[in-house]
């Protein structure tokens, strides 16, 4: 009889154990998932400079650079504000971190908070920036010379002769991949803008080029 009671108890001690080592390796993988995961939750957030605020319609015009969730590079351009509670303790002229999102055919801000100030060398992009955000740029410029973008129908808003740029209310810009609303393009050539005039109605065309979206051809709408 002893030899089986001793068996018994060493049949159970191996069951114990394999048991322990089970639940001791449950809570190590749980912790590895969160920690990965965590970090996720800023990385959508992009840096930018308050350029005007429109409390009475939720809208926010935002100097920002790269927003690598929306592959969308630097530029100035106004956003719808998801709550107007976010544009409460903001004003002119204040670095912000912010995140956008795609919704209802606009780009529209969701979450933003305060960011140290941005030194700002081109327009949209900050100093801080890494070169290599320039190596899609030249894809995007191969992909345009194989299919010419579409015209896109448009009105302008303000010409800015003195720095080359144009303030454009517009529809989907479909080879950007971007829907409509209002921004500042800068114009590839100056004399491109030698006779437009706020409220003129056009069809222009827009490419990536130098981390900025640039107009490349202004016409009159027919």
């Known amino acids: 009889m002893k030899p089986l009671h001793t068996l018994l ?16 390796g449950a809570p190590t993988a749980t ?3 969160k920690a990965a995961g965590a970090p996720s939750a800023s990385l959508d957030m992009a840096l ?18 790269e927003i690598k ?14 709550e107007a509670a976010l544009l409460k303790n903001v004003k002119v002229g204040d670095s912000v971190r912010f995140r956008a999102e795609k919704a209802g055919g606009a780009i529209v801000v969701t979450d933003m ?10 327009t949209g992009l900050s100093t801080t920036q890494p ?3 320039m190596a ?8 345009t010379a194989e299919s010419a973008p579409e015209m896109t129908e448009g009105e302008i808003r303000k010409v800015d002769l003195a720095n080359g740029k144009v303030t454009i209310k517009h529809g989907e810009i479909k080879n950007l991949d971007m829907p409509g ?18 409220g003129d109605k056009i069809r222009f065309k827009a490419e990536k080029a130098g981390g900025a979206i640039v107009v490349t051809d202004i016409q009159p709408a027919k």
């Open 69 to 82: 969730n929306l592959d969308m590079p630097g530029m100035t351009m106004v956003f719808q504000v998801k």
């Open 131 to 133: 070169t290599g955000v």
């Open 9 to 24: 108890i060493f049949a159970a001690m191996l069951a114990g154990n394999a048991q322990a080592a089970s639940h001791s």
């Open 31 to 33: 912790g590895n998932v």
């Open 181 to 198: 609303m209002t921004m500042v393009f800068q114009a590839k050539d100056p004399e491109l803008l030698a006779k437009a005039k706020p």
């Open 113 to 122: 908070q305060a960011a140290l100030p941005l030194v700002v060398a081109q």
């Open 48 to 65: 930018g400079e308050i350029r005007k605020i429109d409390l009475a319609n939720n809208k926010v015009t935002i100097k920002h650079g």
């Open 136 to 143: 899609p740029v030249s894809a995007t410029k191969k992909e």
